[in-house]
């Protein structure tokens, strides 16, 4: 069990770019999730895949948030056109079972200039 | 929507004084989940609480769930400089078998 991975670990970026993030959960867990945590704040639900299928997303995403998860392995999540706003650690989690005991990554902390 | 509420949002306590932080739900939960967030790190996951008024413990830390399944309760007894962290409640969202709702969290500091 080497945990769900991460990288990078930082990314600094300019308000308008793009940029991508990926997560490997830990191999057995077909269930991966995507969260997004500010400071002060617990963490607040992204997407969910099981196995390579996107099953859910928050309402509140924008449409300028996209992920994926091809192979049913590792997963992205891509920012277009980045915002202020987007500043946040971007968390990935993997579970056995639906919405239990999730395994968390390290996280990507996203600042945009 | 559902809201999922943590009291207090900050604690500090001397080393080997008691903590409590509670939990409520606007819905009802089917379980509720316990995770820590150390300083700089990311939330781990403590422990699940499924049945109406359940009870686990680990070490010095008792956890509750209520009779409604609506709210739930962190106690750590005789804290500890390790004990330092944020601690999340998280139950599964309303309608939803996929998301889980996190609470605010609450900030524990132990002072030595």
């Known amino acids: 069990d080497t945990g769900v991975s991460q990288n990078p670990r930082h990314k600094i970026t300019k308000r308008g770019q793009n940029v991508t993030f990926r997560c490997d959960p830990i191999?057995?867990?077909?269930?991966l999730y995507w969260y997004r945590q500010t400071l002060g704040q617990g963490p607040e639900f992204l997407t969910y895949?099981?196995?390579?299928?996107?099953?859910?997303k928050s309402r509140l995403l924008s449409d300028r948030f996209s992920a994926e998860r091809p192979k049913g392995s590792f997963s992205t999540l891509e920012i277009q056109r980045t915002e202020q706003g987007d500043s946040a650690m971007y968390l990935c989690?993997?579970?056995?079972?639906?919405?239990?005991?999730?395994?968390f990554g390290s996280g990507t902390q996203l600042s945009v200039l | 929507g559902q809201q999922v509420m943590q009291i207090p949002q900050y604690q500090h306590v001397q080393e080997g004084e008691d903590f409590t932080t509670y939990c409520n739900s606007s819905?009802?939960?089917?379980?509720i989940q316990w995770y820590k967030q150390r300083p700089g790190g990311h939330p781990v996951f403590l422990i699940q609480?499924?049945?109406?008024?359940e009870v686990k413990k680990q070490k010095r830390l008792t956890f509750q769930f209520g009779e409604a399944k609506k709210n739930s309760s962190l106690h750590i007894t005789a804290t500890q400089t390790t004990d330092v962290g944020t601690y999340f409640c998280?139950?599964?969202?309303?309608?939803?078998?996929?998301?889980?709702?996190f609470g605010s969290g609450t900030q524990l500091t132990v002072l030595p």
């Open positions: 989690a993997s579970s056995l079972t639906p919405v239990e005991k999730l395994f």
């Open positions: 998280a139950g599964p969202r309303s309608g939803s078998a996929r998301q889980l709702t």
């Open positions: 191999s057995e867990h077909n269930r």
């Open positions: 609480l499924v049945k109406s008024g």
């Open positions: 895949f099981q196995n390579e299928a996107q099953l859910e």
């Open positions: 819905t009802t939960l089917s379980n």
